[in-house]
């Protein structure tokens, strides 16, 4: 065991697998064969799958899948359930949320309580609005669907299977299914005024 890790005495870890220095495994964690956990990963209760690579992140109660990638500074909590062969990038949140398989979720998001359906790419800055001040609610997301960067989706809504979010959209009404959705302001252009220094 390399120096200056800490694992608790049940955590489970498989043949094959790659523990680096600097890693904190507590609780019910199994390590699954191939799999390589990096330096400065704090992993509680968590489930890594066959040849999954996690860099720097933090994970209580969360299952990630086969062949996934996670990190670096991504943050998985209670519920998160990671499909087989997604990427889930840096600075990435995911709470009480299933990813199908094969989601694209690259970085600077937040997804709670909901579902993304198998191969759905989620663009930067993406988030899943999930709470109203009073009470948490999910949105469902269909299988190969688009979401543009820097969209807002306002729970509780259905995006279908292979839709379109435009990037900045704020989305508040169900998306049907292979439907382009653009819920922004249009740009305008307008002559510019003056300089009144000159």
Do not use: W
Not at 120 to 135: H, L, M, P, R, S
């Amino acid at each position: 065991m390399p120096p200056n890790v800490y694992i608790d005495p049940e955590v489970v870890i498989e043949e094959g697998a790659v523990i680096c220095p600097m890693t904190v495994l507590k609780g019910n964690t199994k390590i699954c064969r191939g799999a390589v956990v990096y330096p400065f990963c704090d992993l509680t209760d968590t489930v890594v799958g066959e040849n999954t690579e996690i860099r720097s992140t933090y994970s209580a109660g969360a299952v990630i899948g086969k062949n996934c990638t996670v990190g670096p500074f991504a943050c998985l909590r209670k519920g998160a359930v990671i499909g087989d062969g997604c990427r889930v990038g840096d600075f990435v949140e995911i709470k009480n949320s299933v990813l199908g398989e094969g989601v694209k979720c690259a970085h600077l998001a937040y997804i709670g309580d909901s579902t993304v359906g198998a191969e759905t790419n989620v663009g930067c800055g993406a988030v899943f609005a999930n709470y109203n001040g009073k009470k948490k609610r999910g949105v469902t997301v269909g299988k190969k669907v688009f979401i543009g960067c820097n969209s807002n989706l306002v729970a509780p809504v259905t995006i279908g299977d292979g839709a379109y979010i435009a990037a900045g959209s704020t989305v508040t009404e169900d998306v049907p299914p292979e439907t382009l959705c653009i819920a922004r302001a249009r740009q305008v252009l307008k002559n510019r005024l003056p300089n009144l220094d000159k």
